[in-house]
């Protein structure tokens, strides 16, 4: 029954883990699209007071980065299901070819765990009997036969988050008057930086300070070196 039962609760961390991941992958996509807007607004800014000029490269930069985040995610995230596929496939022929074999293995994994052999092979038979491939894929692979990711799921994350962040620079920068733009949209970038360092830094269960300084420390090199070459290319137009 205690085997069991920490069974279950692996399982149930392991699902825990599996949304956390989603999660810090959201608040880091996120970050990518505060950053990357914001980079590219203040080059143009730079160069341009315009508000129409800006609102058009920041839309234009918003759609192309947030669909080359979900197109690489896409790809990534298949690329690792098909290597779970094909893992879960190799567990599966040999439990076909040697079903003793791969008990014994099982029952080898429980004893090196600190079961008693004999307990050790109880417990890899009667789990082996209710569900051999969930055990052998949970034991040595750490997946879960049933449970893979999703490349579109893992695409539209990324997407929304992307363009979540991108607006808060693209709707600073546009809808300041042009005397307090710049200061305004400085905040606003900083404060958002502030926030998804934060909360990335809890996610994974680290302290939030650093990851905040390095959100901050990054967003304002991107925004004053893209305004610094932007301005540069202005005063040559």
Not at 68 to 96: F, I, T, W
Not at 116 to 130: I, W
Request: proline share 3%.
């Amino acid at each position: 029954m205690a085997l069991t039962i920490g069974v279950v609760d692996a399982t149930r961390s392991e699902s825990l883990s599996h949304r956390l991941n989603w999660l810090r992958a959201g608040v880091l996509g996120a970050n990518d699209g505060i950053v990357s807007t914001a980079g590219l607004v203040f080059g143009v800014a730079g160069a341009t007071t315009d508000s129409v000029a800006l609102l058009i490269a920041g839309l234009a930069g918003m759609v192309a980065g947030a669909l080359s985040m979900a197109g690489g995610e896409y790809v990534s995230v298949s690329s690792q299901k098909d290597s779970e596929l094909a893992a879960l496939r190799r567990q599966e022929h040999e439990l076909a070819s040697d079903p003793e074999g791969k008990l014994r293995q099982l029952a080898d994994h429980y004893s090196e765990r600190g079961l008693s052999p004999e307990l050790a092979e109880q417990v890899a038979r009667e789990l082996s009997e209710h569900a051999a491939l969930d055990a052998h894929a949970q034991v040595f692979l750490n997946l879960e036969a049933g449970d893979h990711v999703s490349p579109w799921s893992a695409a539209r994350a990324s997407l929304v988050a992307f363009l979540a962040g991108s607006v808060i620079p693209l709707l600073a920068i546009v809808l300041t008057p042009l005397g307090v733009r710049l200061p305004f949209t400085v905040t606003a970038v900083l404060l958002a930086l502030v926030v998804t360092g934060f909360v990335s830094a809890r996610l994974g269960g680290a302290r939030p300070g650093r990851a905040i300084v390095r959100n901050v420390v990054v967003g304002s090199l991107a925004m004053g070196l893209t305004y610094a070459v932007g301005w540069l290319v202005g005063q040559q137009l």
